[in-house]
């Protein structure tokens, strides 16, 4: 399959909404919040084989934020990784598709679920990339609200200590956690500043442009010398009015008239 | 032990340039033979066991064989999720290392007694649970579980431990381990009670049987079986809490074994371990033993 960018990512927030629905599930908001993020990796960046998931020279890519696996498995499906009608048994008894990433589903990297374990995951796999000369890149997306965790600050410290270049985290900054906003939470400003003090490679965007995101990925891969992140600004429930920065949608799963409606909305963009 | 676990180490990695050490910033004056001799397979990860044990992951995801180093509950409580999630649900090559299990830095305080560690990790799916009696069992559990893919943990003692075997033969994952066969009472012991429970014996020429049970998950049923059917008491003895340690796991494997009909009587008990307490004054690892009450009398 070959669609844009921009179509793929309408396609994963329509596969999100659906699944979420059907399951009656949480954390439909930080999915669509990342949304942009993953189609532009999933149809532009990685380096990846659905035909050989396992192929030794692919990109890694983990997925942090296990809470928002809507959108890694609607990416991975609709890329042909595993049949789109897999999609179907999210969360049912039996599903590989458990409701935190699960590494059983074809094309899944690392199963996350609890915050703030992917990351250091990540510094060891691109560790040995290093240590085996292996070419390929290791990118770890992550959610605001896990920079809470004091096992992510580790490996933020360990990455430029080991110069781990090949190393690409990026940061779905929706400005929301759990249960409040970050800023009354732990406040996380100026999270530039925090990293580029720590010897990353910082670069900022707009989490939902996707010629920012494209770019971006290509300064990171650009810099040979520091690990980088993409702090990309977005917003918790992007593509859906009533969803878009509500702290409610990470819990609340959408009604059949709210379902409806958010495909509508979906449909006409 | 560690002198025993590190030199075998160097020996294995060798032969298996897969072998990778990471430490948490502890190993001074014991681990300089392999960061010397194999400086691409070993990592100082500083001090922040979270983010060493998730790096373990990730490089036993790319086909090392990796050890993670810390002394006492570093390597392992304090990351212990990490270890349940990350190394284990996924079933990956990583075997932990603890140094000073037990009581063996007596008189650096509770914070540094690894006295919970058995009862907590032997709870998580996939991960094989050891404790070497003595250096010639750390020198073998070390060379099996080099070429075993499952994660496992070791608890050893510090330097300097007496050897007690003679030799072993013929050792496997999960075996224990008979010293003598006695008469009518078997003292079982785990870790680093070994050579306590052979000078007992031998100090008060007793005819009493010992087994060493390096492992305590998977627990060697057959020669448990073996043990129920030949001996009207049992001791076990470890430098654990009372509480999910040794003896309990002991204790949960006879009950098995009735449940599934291959012993008829479970043998009296007796337990000797921790008994659900903190030590909070300075000692010797025998004085703080002594205070937590593993001792053995002849009229136990
Ligand atoms: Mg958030």
């Known amino acids: ?269 | 032990m560690r002198t025993a676990f590190i030199n075998q180490l160097v020996e294995e990695a060798r032969k298996d340039e897969k072998v990778f050490l990471i430490v948490g910033d502890l190993g001074f004056s014991v681990v300089e033979p392999f960061a010397n001799a194999f400086p691409e397979r070993f990592l100082n990860a500083g001090v922040a066991e979270q983010n060493m044990t998730g790096i373990a992951a990730g490089l036993a995801m790319e086909g090392y064989t990796v050890f993670t180093y810390s002394i006492a509950n570093f390597p392992t409580l304090r990351c212990i999720e990490q270890i349940r999630y990350d190394i284990c649900y996924h079933n990956l090559n990583v075997k932990i290392v603890s140094v000073g299990g037990g009581y063996a830095y007596a008189s650096l305080g509770a914070s540094h007694h690894a006295t919970e560690e058995i009862g907590m990790l032997r709870t998580i799916p996939n991960l094989i649970v050891s404790a070497p009696g003595d250096p010639i069992e750390a020198k073998a559990i070390t060379r099996l579980l080099v070429k075993d893919k499952r994660p496992s943990y070791i608890r050893l003692g510090k330097a300097g431990e007496p050897i007690v075997h003679s030799g072993i033969n013929n050792f496997t994952i999960g075996d224990g381990l008979c010293l003598h066969k006695g008469d009518q009472t078997a003292i079982l012991t785990t870790g680093a009670m070994l050579k306590y429970a052979s000078d007992f014996i031998q100090n008060n020429k007793l005819n009493f049987g010992l087994y060493s049970f390096p492992f305590i998950k998977p627990m060697d049923a057959i020669m448990l079986k073996q043990i129920s059917q030949s001996y009207q008491k049992i001791i076990t003895l470890e430098e654990h809490q009372r509480s999910a340690g040794f003896g309990s796991a002991v204790l949960e494997c006879l009950h098995d074994l009735i449940e599934q009909k291959k012993i008829n009587s479970i043998p009296y008990v007796k337990r000797i371990a921790i008994p659900d307490k903190f030590i909070s004054v300075a000692g010797s690892q025998d004085h703080l033993r002594n205070l937590s009450g593993l001792i053995l009398n002849t009229h136990n």
């Open chain 1, 1 to 269: 399959m070959s669609i844009s960018s921009i179509a793929f990512s309408n396609e994963i927030r329509k596969a999100v909404l659906k699944m979420v629905f059907e399951a009656n599930a949480s954390h439909i908001g930080g999915a669509l919040s990342m949304t942009d993020l993953l189609a532009v990796l999933y149809s532009e960046i990685l380096n990846i084989n659905p035909k050989n998931p396992l192929d030794e020279s692919r990109d890694r890519f983990l997925l942090s934020k296990g809470h928002a696996c809507t959108g890694l498995y609607a990416a991975l499906a609709l890329k042909g990784f595993f049949d789109l009608k897999e999609l179907d048994s999210y969360s049912k008894n039996g599903s590989m598709l458990l409701s935190h990433t699960n590494h059983k589903a074809p094309g899944v990297e690392l199963s996350t679920g609890s915050l703030g374990h992917a990351l250091p995951v990540a510094c060891g796999i691109a560790l040995a990339a290093k240590r085996k000369n292996k070419a390929f890149k290791t990118y770890c997306l992550l959610s605001d609200g896990e920079l809470d965790e004091g096992s992510n600050w580790e490996a933020i410290l360990f990455a430029p200590q080991h110069r781990l270049n090949n190393l690409i985290a990026i940061v779905d900054y929706n400005k929301i956690q759990s249960f409040g906003l970050v800023k009354e939470v732990l406040d996380l400003d100026p999270l530039n500043r925090k990293f580029e003090s720590f010897n990353w490679n910082v670069i900022e965007i707009d989490g939902h442009n996707h010629d920012q995101i494209f770019e971006a990925f290509g300064k990171a891969k650009a810099n040979l010398i520091k690990p980088s992140v993409i702090i990309a600004h977005t917003v918790k429930g992007k593509g859906v009015d009533f969803m878009e920065n509500k702290l409610l949608w990470h819990y609340k799963s959408p009604s059949l008239e709210q379902y409806r409606q958010a495909l509508e909305q979906l449909n006409s963009q």
